[in-house]
């Protein structure tokens, strides 16, 4: 089992407590870059997980890839996560989507806390939750929803100079959007869209803890 005693400090000190009984107004979205697109409302509710794991050579966060036959964002990188149930609490939902579509048992997950909530255009308001996975782990992603599951460094998303403003045509407007190519990996949209949010945290919290 991983113990976490060596977590960089300026990320806890940057996190929200890991829980909250309502779901509230998200402070970031695809509205940013975009505010002349409408709104859809209400937004569903949504959680995801973002999960951290500790390898030799440095943190890493665990992305899954979506599969190319699913109904919305085929083919496209995201956080383990999806809708809230009836009665179920944030973080509970996180962990439950994070099992099911990567197969890794959710005890693994050691929550750190959270961050700013992101409504997507596609009318989701989004809680993102961080948790430190145990190690060792296997991950058998379900084949229906998930095409693969990887690891990225850590430090590289946490480096605001690393994310690229892009657009692409969609639904007769052009659409901005956050992205963070990683090789062969094209992270953007919502997801780039939260890894941007935490690393401008990350930065901030830095900026605090350097000397004067």
């Not at 995801?48 to 599969?67: H, I, K, M, N």
């Not at 009836?86 to 439950?96: C, D, N, Q, S």
């Not at 190690?135 to 229906?144: M, N, S, V």
Request: proline share 7%; aromatic share 10%; hydrophobic share 40%.
């Amino acid at each position: 089992m991983t113990e976490h005693t060596d977590w960089p400090a300026k990320l806890l000190a940057c996190l929200d407590e890991h829980e909250e009984a309502s779901m509230g107004q998200a402070a970031r979205s695809d509205y940013d870059l975009n505010l002349d697109t409408p709104r859809e409302a209400p937004s569903k509710a949504a959680a995801v997980l973002v999960p951290l794991v500790q390898r030799e050579a440095g943190w890493q966060v665990l992305l899954t890839r979506r599969t190319q036959d699913m109904p919305t964002h085929a083919g496209q990188i995201a956080f383990p996560g999806g809708h809230v149930a009836k009665g179920e609490t944030l973080y509970a939902a996180a962990l439950r989507e994070f099992e099911e579509e990567t197969g890794i048992d959710k005890t693994m997950a050691r929550p750190l806390g959270r961050f700013e909530r992101y409504e997507t255009a596609s009318g989701f308001n989004i809680t993102p939750f961080v948790a430190a996975l145990d190690t060792p782990f296997t991950a058998r992603p379900d084949p229906r929803e998930v095409e693969a599951v990887f690891e990225v460094p850590f430090d590289f998303l946490m480096r605001v100079e690393n994310y690229q403003r892009q657009s692409l045509q969609w639904q007769g407007r052009e659409r901005y959007f956050y992205a963070v190519p990683w090789n062969e990996h094209f992270i953007w949209g919502a997801t780039a869209g939260m890894l941007r949010a935490l690393a401008q945290r990350v930065a901030r919290q830095s900026k605090k803890e350097a000397p004067t």
